[in-house]
C-alpha cells in the first residue's frame, strides 16, 4: 500500500525558511517523478516544484529562486526547501507521485501539511 505522509509545516513570519519532509512507504520514490503542490484557501491545488526520477526540477514561477526541491533516495524521501516566505505562500502543502512530462499528480491526496506565513 502507497503511503505519502508530509510534514515539516507551521507558522513562520515573512522572510522566513521551512523545509517540508514527504516520507514514503510501499513505493520506491527514486524511479518516480515526484511533486510538491499546494492549496490555498478558496484556490484550486497547484504544482509547487517537481523532481524527475533523474534529478531535473522544475519549478512555479511565483516560487523559483525561493523554494528548492530535492530526494534522499537512501531516506525514500522528498524534501522542499522553502526560503524567504511569503504571506502568500501560505497553503497545505502536499506530495505526490507525479506524471513525467506535465507532472500530473495520480495519487491520492494525503492530510498535507499547513504551511502559513504571517507576521
Known amino acids: 500500500q502507497v503511503q505519502l505522509v508530509e510534514s515539516g509545516g507551521g507558522l513562520v513570519q515573512p522572510g522566513g525558511s521551512l523545509r517540508l519532509s514527504c516520507a514514503a512507504s510501499?513505493?520506491?520514490?527514486?524511479?518516480?517523478?515526484m511533486g510538491w503542490y499546494r492549496q490555498a484557501p478558496g484556490k484550486q491545488r497547484e504544482l509547487v516544484a517537481a523532481?524527475?526520477?533523474?534529478?531535473?526540477?522544475n519549478y512555479a514561477d511565483s516560487v523559483k529562486g525561493r523554494f528548492t526541491i530535492s530526494r534522499d533516495n537512501a531516506k525514500n524521501t522528498v524534501y522542499l526547501q522553502m526560503n524567504s516566505l511569503k504571506p502568500e505562500d501560505t497553503a497545505v502543502y502536499y506530495c505526490s507521485r507525479a506524471r513525467s512530462g506535465d507532472y500530473v499528480p495520480f495519487d491520492s491526496w494525503g492530510q498535507g501539511t499547513q504551511v502559513t506565513v504571517s507576521s
Open positions: 510501499g513505493i520506491i520514490l527514486s524511479i518516480y517523478t
Open positions: 523532481i524527475t526520477s533523474i534529478g531535473i526540477t
